[in-house]
């Protein structure tokens, strides 16, 4: 039956085919964007826009690039309800992304069932960030807010040539707008239910022929969907002040430096999920069994959570950068550029793991990176049938960090609670280098062969020393020597080859063949509690290689437009984190192995399609098959416990099915006003939350259900936006905290209730 219903789905979004309801502006061109924009104000549109993205580094097609990749403009965003970069959710097919691990500011991103299964920073992505093509090295921080964005771009698939570290899953790419010539400004204010506020600007202009610049900010709040029922404090808000400038140099049309500067601070609560399972303390009275704390109560969750920590513990956070970027056309055929970024990232957060009043799972998560690179790319085009870029790259991070993990409520001596602190200090320092080359080669008309071949170093320095500190009765205090990782370094190596074959049989209809491999390097295992963990805590690299069919088209009147990838990738020595050995609440180890547990298979098929009916009728459709699993997984519990078998029956993150329908309609006045109404549904199948598949941490199958209406000016100066998102009001997981070994740990975290807003925007 399901097969059926892709024969459908691809038969249906033939007829109404590929790409988001608007197109993304080209980034070294505004025209389209300013035909876009004429379009909303009451001009009909008849065709759908063509979009530009630079997916391989140069300003490209993408009907006519051998990659899945999906692009949103700033009006894509707007219309997708996206206020934070998790907003992609359910728009691109094989993504997931949402708010990760019980963190205001992290973001959970898989693509095509890989990326990042824990959150600790010694655990790299599996899906590479880019803003302004800077790479962004950690989870936490971004998950930020949309603001002066220009338009964002989904690569599926390893990118390993390209864009090389950490992008086994995929890469996004975030690009903010340059300085214009002319001026412009904007500013916008946003109200809406759960004490909603925001405040966006954005200005820019030029001081004369060779200089101009741009700022723009944003401040968002809220007061947080999650409720204590006891202390009537409210949690998972948001309080986020961010800032971007530029400052562009063009002393003539060769050449062009831009100096980009960014900044955002957040303050917010705690983020708070609900337990799944029992929570328990383990007793040290031999033969007494472990004590239920508390029972999770059945039905839906309500959004009540209790938490053991005051009013004064929250989640901080400071994300700040500098970057200059240079572009300088050498000749007709060459052009060199340098992305030169200094980053700092600093995270003060608690987060209450087991969503519980007793003291469990609280941890304080205090880390403070600083990250330089530096990236160099020579550029080749002979204006007709071959295209080239070689490059260089080299990325340090200095990641120290402190952390504090409190448990009063874990050991029982009887029926008397044994305080616990455990305290953690580590240092970890990354240095990656690269080099790689990209061919591009019409070598026949409408044949053309890719290749790209990138070699990468990278090294990893860490030490750790872990202290367990205990109250009444045993009043002692206690540095593990046999839990402390010494000084150690390691580094690896790895080419990351590419190539495609692509067929253009008409202006319309392209084809094309890939295979490309990614690689992320290994790591020490940051959390290990134990002389076995601490004795061999290395872990290795990961592995992929994927191999894909594509067909892209579009229809001769450009009213129809649609994109299809079939892929197969084979995913080895994947890093996994699991929960202790023992698998016995009564004799815990507390231990979380990181182990090359599993090697796995992907299989699927990815359907993007738009198509634009009459004069104000826009439909686009999203549809995805992902049959992800595993081929092996060694966990030496299952060994010990056969009854776990189970534990990896599923790969997470990786739902069998995901859709989207989406319609927009425009009422065109003749004044020149403009009226647009739109929709969207989306739906995603039984998605498992965790590595371990324990079954409070699996969301069934749900949809979604989205709407929104917009109004233009006839002067094009003002716009009005309502909307409602989660319009039926469901309750959905996200996400998930698995630490079964310590006190039966199983934590959801839930998605936004029903919830709405009004905007008015001002555009000069």
Not at 159 to 172: D, E
Not at 252 to 258: E, H, L, P, R, V
Not at 268 to 293: D, I, K, R, Y
Not at 588 to 616: Q, Y
Request: hydrophobic residues 40%; proline residues 5%; negative net charge.
């Amino acid at each position: 039956m399901q097969r059926h219903l892709l024969s459908l789905a691809i038969a249906c979004a033939c007829a109404a085919l590929a790409h988001p309801a608007h197109a993304a502006a080209p980034a070294a061109d505004p025209a389209p964007e300013q035909d876009s924009a004429a379009a909303s104000q009451g001009n009909p549109m008849t065709e759908l826009e063509s979009i530009q993205v630079t997916a391989r580094r140069r300003s490209e097609n993408i009907e006519k690039i051998p990659v899945a990749v999906s692009a949103f403009s700033e009006d894509d965003l707007k219309d997708l309800q996206a206020e934070n970069l998790d907003g992609l959710q359910g728009a691109v097919p094989g993504l997931n992304i949402v708010q990760g691990r019980g963190s205001a500011n992290s973001a959970n991103i898989f693509i095509r069932g890989i990326g990042q299964p824990d959150a600790l920073q010694t655990f790299d992505p599996g899906v590479g960030v880019y803003v302004d093509d800077v790479y962004y090295s950690r989870i936490q921080g971004a998950l930020m807010t949309l603001f002066d964005v220009d338009h964002v771009e989904v690569l599926r698939g390893p990118q390993g040539t390209l864009y090389g570290k950490n992008s086994t899953g995929g890469a996004i790419k975030i690009v903010t707008r340059e300085p214009s010539a002319a001026t412009t400004g904007a500013a916008e204010l946003t109200f809406g239910n759960y004490g909603r506020a925001e405040g966006r600007f954005y200005l820019s202009g030029s001081f004369d022929e060779r200089w101009s610049a741009s700022v723009a900010g944003a401040v968002t709040g809220n007061d947080g969907y999650v409720k204590d029922p006891v202390t009537g404090r409210h949690y998972n808000d948001d309080d986020t002040r961010a800032l971007r400038a530029k400052l562009q140099f063009r002393p003539s049309d060769d050449f062009k430096a831009t100096l980009g500067l960014d900044y955002t601070k957040q303050d917010a609560a705690l983020t708070l999920g609900a337990p799944t399972a029992p929570l328990l303390a383990t007793n040290l009275v031999p033969g007494v069994p472990a004590s239920v704390l508390l029972t999770p109560p059945g039905g839906e969750y309500d959004f009540h959570s209790r938490t053991s920590f005051g009013p004064d513990k929250g989640q901080n956070l400071t994300h700040k950068g500098v970057g200059l970027t240079l572009d300088w056309r050498l000749s007709d055929a060459w052009a060199f550029k340098s992305i030169s970024a200094y980053r700092w990232l600093n995270s003060d957060a608690y987060i209450d793991i087991d969503a519980s009043q007793f003291e469990l799972g609280d941890v304080l998560v205090d880390f403070h990176q600083k990250q330089a690179s530096q990236e160099f790319q020579l550029q080749y085009d002979n204006g007709s049938n071959l295209q080239a870029v070689y490059g260089l790259y080299w990325l340090r991070e200095k990641l120290p960090s402190h952390q504090e993990a409190y448990a009063d409520d874990l050991l029982l001596l009887g029926t008397l609670p044994i305080g616990f602190l455990r305290t953690i200090d580590d240092d970890q320092t990354t240095t990656s280098t690269a080099a790689f080359a990209h061919v591009s080669w019409e070598f026949a008309p409408s044949w053309t062969l890719a290749a790209g071949l990138r070699y990468t170093h990278e090294s990893k320095d860490y030490w750790r020393t872990t202290s367990a500190f205990f109250g009444p009765p045993l009043q002692a205090a206690s540095q593990d020597p046999q839990a402390v990782i010494p000084a150690t370094s390691k580094g690896w190596n790895a080419w990351t080859p590419s190539l495609s074959l692509q067929k253009q049989f008409n202006d319309q209809v392209m084809a094309y063949v890939s295979a490309n491999r990614g690689f992320k390097s290994g790591g020490f295992n940051g959390r290990a509690n134990s002389p076995t963990e601490a004795a061999s805590p290395v872990f290795n690299p990961e592995y992929v290689w994927t191999y894909e069919l594509g067909l892209k088209m579009r229809s001769a009147d450009s009213r129809l437009q649609g994109n299809i990838a079939a892929f197969h990738s084979n995913y080895r020595d994947f890093q996994a984190r699991v929960s202790e050995i023992s698998g016995d609440p009564n004799n815990p180890t507390f231990s979380f192995p990181v182990l090359n547990a599993a090697s796995l298979k992907m299989d699927g098929l990815e359907f993007e399609g738009a198509a634009l009916l009459g004069t104000g009728t826009r439909l686009s459709a999203q549809v995805a098959w992902l049959d992800a699993r595993y081929s092996k997984f060694v966990d030496p519990r299952v060994q010990l416990f056969p009854v776990l078998a189970d534990l990896h029956k599923h790969v997470p993150f990786s739902p069998e099915w995901t859709a989207r329908l989406a319609a927009t309609q425009t009422f065109n006045f003749g004044s020149g006003a403009a009226i647009t109404v739109g929709g969207d549904v989306s739906w995603r199948d039984d998605t498992w939350l965790s590595v371990d598949n324990r079954p409070g941490l699996m969301q069934p199958s749900y949809a979604l259900v989205g709407l929104f209406g917009v109004f233009d000016s006839a002067d094009g100066h003002w716009q009005i936006r309502a909307g409602v998102r989660n319009l039926t009001d469901k309750v959905y997981k996200t996400d998930g905290q698995e630490f079964s070994s310590v006190g039966n740990i199983q934590t959801a975290y839930f998605g936004w209730p029903r919830n709405y807003y009004i905007s008015a925007r001002y555009s000069f």
